[in-house]
């Protein structure tokens, strides 16, 4: 008997070929693809695999014509330049999964996890695989877990295969035909081309950034003021208790009322407050939280998460669920967590009987992320501090509540009341376990009712209203949680994506004019591909397809219906939009002045396949100028010639002005504004500038890799 498992990536086909047979033996297919043999229950088993999707959507037609006839093909066809790695892995699976007697599914258990495996059977080891084909299901890569699923085969969810295939066409649908649709608008009224990105989920996340954008812009801020006063006694400061005065007159009559008068005691209040333990980490909290306290990207996060998954260490990253079943079997994760020291300071505090404060959301594929209990080793320093995350989290929800009193006192000065406020902790709980969470523990001064205190000084703070804040990665995978928008596998890839399209910029995103005026052109012209509860809607009977509410053929014929709509008003009105997308674009691409008074423009050069800046007034002024490969403009230009400053190459990037001939040195060591010590190896911080804006960085790199967000820098340096 001979059986063939089919595995997501490498390093998942060596824990489940290890974890089935201690004897399993590692050969290599064209000298370079691994693959596993072994021998269980007087089976001969292949272990196989692949790295992701192994099969992409490409139209019966041609790949630049609009289409709604779409088949599989392999993606390295489809794509030589970025999916050209796959063609050996295909051809792997083609030799070595053909004819088998059975086959297992041993894919990831989600929905894109369904749809490799099933395509990997029907389309390399032939479409009789599927009538052979069992399926394992597991949340983690431990020996237990593996052989516990290869023994408890179930059937492959079929509706998991349809919602899989309905998202891929749908994402094409709006992805590439309307994207092609724009691209020729753009080509037919300006003679240009221009390759446009938009996407079912996208384009209504850009939507929401650009509402963000115009709100900011818009907004005209108020001013208001704030009356504290700073006692003698312990130098504590009071604050009126109108807070925010936005009566210019009030706040003048308060202060001219209260200046030189002493305050007195008017009311103590003391009260009790519980705060319970966080919830287990979903995918959403984890890359908020990792964000927060590392400044890491959801994307950089949710890579982290999956390798620590691959490796066995800790669970599958991609779920919705904050509950921990207690099928888990804690003690035995405990247990071997508390061989670690560090860890077993905390363990050993537990309660006896272990209830974790399990959150509200659910996953019926997998629980929450939790440490499986192996201990890893050789982990990098971002994966570390991950792995951390995680099991500190998984050791706290089972924790009682923290507990505080608070001290609230209010203080009369001639009539007008001000109060100050402390908080003390009587219990820490839960968070005594929880080292990536400030405990606010303040003394309480020794007051009593009456007690007379004179005012060192009073003072009137004028401030204005700030604008909405813009929005940062974790909260905008936040808000798209809260919106109902993508899917917790999808959202930190599709902020991502606006960034490599360039429509976005800066860890507070900013939008660009690119950007700006796509969403205000198909706003104005094809309102429904910016439209969330389009979006909403399309996800709901996606998932219904895993409830039998609906079906494939009619979620991906109501798509159809939907995109047709789109194209119809694209065609009516192709000459505006054409033109305004073109310019917009032109727009975006001013990178500074020319010294004729033009716009210098980048442009791309078909011919030399490179970027370069030209001025906007071509042919009367010829002033060009080479960018280097993977130039940055900054926002900052030479001192010396007035042309924009680039940032170039890497392990430390340079700085040069865009005309090498200008002769100007930039950044000299004497410039560099110095942030702080580094935590890690003592040098300096510095700013520096990545793909994703400004950050800082350690002075001593590629030796020191620490990194965080400027805005989590006075947070790293206290901790």
Request: some cysteine; charged content about 30%.
């Given at each position: 008997?001979?059986?063939?498992?089919?595995?997501?990536?490498?390093?998942?086909?060596?824990?489940?070929?290890?974890?089935?047979?201690?004897?399993?033996?590692?050969?290599?297919y064209n000298?370079?693809?691994?693959?596993?043999?072994?021998?269980?229950?007087?089976?001969?088993?292949?272990?196989?695999?692949?790295?992701?999707?192994?099969?992409s959507?490409?139209?019966?037609?041609?790949?630049?014509?609009i289409?709604?006839?779409?088949?599989?093909?392999?993606?390295?066809?489809?794509?030589?330049?970025?999916?050209?790695?796959?063609?050996?892995y295909?051809?792997?699976?083609?030799k070595?999964?053909?004819g088998?007697?059975?086959?297992?599914?041993?894919?990831?258990?989600?929905?894109?996890?369904?749809?490799?495996?099933?395509?990997?059977?029907?389309?390399?080891?032939?479409?009789?695989?599927?009538?052979?084909?069992?399926?394992?299901k597991?949340?983690?890569?431990?020996?237990?877990?593996?052989?516990?699923?290869?023994?408890?085969?179930?059937?492959?969810?079929?509706?998991?295969?349809?919602?899989?295939?309905?998202?891929?066409?749908?994402?094409?649908?709006?992805?590439?035909?309307?994207?092609?649709?724009?691209?020729?608008?753009?080509?037919?009224?300006?003679?240009?081309?221009?390759?446009?990105?938009?996407?079912?989920?996208?384009?209504?996340?850009?939507?929401?950034?650009?509402?963000r954008?115009?709100?900011?812009?818009?907004?005209?801020?108020?001013?208001?003021?704030?009356?504290?006063?700073?006692?003698?006694?312990?130098?504590?400061?009071?604050?009126?208790?109108?807070?925010n005065?936005?009566?210019?007159?009030?706040?003048?009559?308060i202060?001219?009322?209260?200046?030189?008068?002493?305050?007195?005691?008017?009311?103590?209040?003391?009260?009790?407050?519980?705060?319970?333990?966080?919830?287990p980490?979903?995918l959403?909290?984890?890359?908020?939280?990792?964000?927060?306290?590392?400044?890491?990207?959801?994307?950089?996060?949710?890579?982290?998460?999956?390798?620590?998954?691959?490796?066995?260490?800790?669970?599958?990253?991609?779920?919705?669920?904050q509950?921990?079943?207690?099928?888990?079997?804690?003690?035995?994760?405990f247990?071997?967590?508390?061989?670690?020291?560090?860890?077993?300071?905390?363990?050993?505090?537990?309660?006896?009987?272990?209830?974790?404060?399990?959150?509200?959301?659910?996953?019926?594929?997998?629980?929450?992320?939790?440490?499986?209990?192996?201990?890893?080793?050789?982990?990098?320093?971002?994966?570390?501090?991950?792995?951390?995350?995680?099991?500190y989290?998984?050791?706290?929800?089972?924790?009682?509540?923290?507990?505080?009193?608070?001290?609230?006192?209010?203080?009369?000065?001639?009539?007008?009341?001000?109060?100050?406020?402390?908080?003390?902790?009587?219990?820490?709980?839960?968070?005594?376990?929880?080292?990536?969470?400030?405990?606010?523990?303040?003394?309480?001064?020794?007051?009593?009712?009456?007690?007379?205190?004179?005012?060192?000084?009073?003072?009137?703070?004028?401030?204005?209203?700030?604008?909405?804040?813009?929005?940062?990665?974790?909260?905008?995978i936040?808000?798209?949680?809260?919106?109902?928008?993508?899917?917790?596998?999808?959202?930190?890839?599709?902020?991502?994506?606006?960034?490599?399209?360039?429509y976005?910029?800066?860890?507070?995103?900013?939008?660009?004019?690119?950007?700006?005026?796509l969403?205000?052109?198909?706003?104005?012209?094809?309102?429904?591909?910016?439209?969330?509860?389009?979006?909403?809607?399309?996800?709901?009977?996606?998932?219904?397809?895993?409830?039998?509410?609906?079906?494939?053929?009619?979620v991906?014929?109501?798509?159809e219906?939907?995109?047709?709509?789109?194209?119809?008003?694209?065609?009516?009105?192709?000459?505006e939009?054409?033109?305004?997308?073109?310019?917009?674009?032109?727009?975006?691409?001013i990178?500074g002045?020319?010294?004729?008074?033009?716009?210098?423009?980048?442009?791309?050069?078909?011919?030399?396949?490179?970027?370069?800046?030209?001025?906007?007034?071509?042919?009367?002024?010829?002033?060009?100028?080479?960018?280097?490969?993977?130039?940055?403009?900054?926002k900052?230009?030479?001192?010396?010639?007035?042309?924009?400053?680039?940032s170039?190459?890497?392990?430390?990037?340079?700085?040069?002005?865009l005309?090498?001939?200008?002769?100007?040195?930039?950044?000299?060591?004497?410039?560099?504004?110095?942030?702080?010590?580094?935590?890690?190896?003592?040098?300096?911080?510095?700013?520096?500038?990545?793909?994703?804006?400004?950050?800082?960085?350690?002075?001593?790199?590629p030796?020191c890799?620490?990194?965080?967000?400027?805005?989590?820098?006075?947070?790293?340096?206290?901790?």
């Amino acid at each position: 008997m001979h059986e063939v498992i089919i595995c997501e990536k490498p390093s998942s086909a060596e824990k489940i070929a290890k974890a089935l047979s201690s004897k399993a033996k590692k050969n290599l297919y064209n000298k370079k693809i691994k693959y596993w043999t072994l021998n269980r229950d007087s089976k001969d088993i292949t272990v196989l695999s692949g790295v992701g999707h192994l099969y992409s959507l490409i139209p019966n037609t041609s790949k630049s014509s609009i289409s709604f006839n779409l088949h599989w093909a392999p993606a390295y066809e489809v794509n030589k330049k970025t999916s050209g790695y796959t063609r050996d892995y295909v051809r792997a699976i083609q030799k070595f999964g053909k004819g088998a007697d059975s086959y297992v599914h041993a894919c990831d258990y989600d929905v894109e996890g369904t749809l490799i495996g099933y395509n990997a059977l029907k389309y390399a080891c032939g479409e009789d695989s599927l009538s052979k084909a069992s399926r394992m299901k597991f949340s983690t890569l431990t020996k237990k877990d593996i052989i516990d699923a290869y023994e408890n085969k179930i059937n492959i969810d079929m509706h998991q295969v349809d919602n899989g295939i309905a998202r891929h066409i749908l994402d094409y649908y709006f992805g590439m035909n309307i994207s092609i649709a724009l691209s020729n608008a753009v080509r037919k009224s300006k003679k240009r081309f221009l390759k446009l990105s938009v996407g079912r989920v996208q384009t209504p996340t850009l939507s929401i950034l650009v509402d963000r954008e115009k709100e900011i812009e818009e907004f005209v801020p108020e001013p208001y003021w704030v009356i504290r006063a700073i006692l003698d006694f312990e130098d504590i400061e009071i604050k009126h208790v109108d807070g925010n005065i936005f009566d210019r007159e009030r706040a003048e009559e308060i202060f001219n009322k209260c200046q030189g008068k002493d305050a007195t005691v008017d009311n103590i209040d003391f009260s009790n407050s519980t705060t319970r333990p966080p919830v287990p980490f979903n995918l959403g909290g984890l890359q908020s939280e990792a964000y927060n306290v590392f400044g890491f990207t959801p994307k950089r996060t949710q890579v982290i998460a999956q390798n620590l998954y691959s490796s066995g260490y800790t669970s599958y990253p991609r779920t919705s669920s904050q509950k921990l079943p207690e099928s888990l079997d804690f003690p035995s994760i405990f247990k071997q967590l508390a061989q670690n020291n560090d860890y077993r300071k905390h363990i050993s505090q537990l309660p006896a009987k272990l209830k974790p404060n399990n959150g509200k959301k659910d996953d019926e594929a997998h629980p929450a992320i939790h440490p499986t209990g192996i201990l890893p080793s050789g982990l990098s320093k971002d994966e570390q501090k991950i792995y951390d995350l995680i099991v500190y989290r998984f050791i706290s929800v089972f924790f009682e509540a923290a507990k505080f009193e608070s001290m609230s006192t209010t203080l009369d000065i001639e009539g007008e009341k001000f109060r100050f406020r402390r908080r003390r902790v009587t219990h820490k709980g839960w968070m005594e376990h929880y080292p990536f969470r400030k405990i606010d523990d303040e003394k309480f001064p020794e007051v009593k009712e009456g007690d007379s205190m004179s005012v060192k000084e009073l003072i009137s703070d004028e401030k204005e209203t700030k604008p909405p804040a813009r929005y940062n990665q974790a909260s905008l995978i936040k808000e798209l949680e809260k919106r109902e928008l993508g899917t917790k596998a999808t959202r930190a890839d599709i902020i991502d994506k606006l960034y490599d399209r360039k429509y976005i910029d800066g860890n507070k995103i900013s939008v660009n004019q690119l950007g700006k005026n796509l969403i205000d052109t198909l706003s104005s012209y094809c309102n429904n591909l910016t439209s969330e509860e389009l979006t909403r809607d399309l996800e709901d009977k996606l998932e219904g397809i895993n409830k039998e509410k609906t079906t494939k053929d009619s979620v991906i014929n109501e798509g159809e219906k939907d995109v047709k709509e789109i194209l119809v008003d694209i065609d009516k009105n192709t000459d505006e939009i054409g033109s305004k997308l073109y310019d917009a674009y032109q727009e975006s691409n001013i990178v500074g002045k020319c010294k004729c008074g033009g716009n210098l423009i980048k442009r791309y050069s078909p011919k030399n396949k490179s970027y370069f800046v030209g001025c906007s007034n071509y042919p009367d002024c010829n002033n060009t100028y080479s960018i280097p490969k993977g130039a940055r403009f900054l926002k900052k230009t030479c001192d010396k010639c007035g042309l924009p400053i680039i940032s170039f190459g890497s392990k430390p990037p340079k700085h040069a002005c865009l005309d090498s001939n200008c002769g100007k040195e930039h950044l000299e060591p004497e410039q560099i504004e110095v942030l702080g010590k580094c935590p890690e190896c003592g040098r300096d911080l510095i700013k520096r500038s990545g793909r994703y804006g400004d950050f800082v960085g350690c002075k001593g790199f590629p030796r020191c890799r620490f990194t965080c967000a400027l805005d989590e820098l006075k947070y790293k340096l206290k901790k």
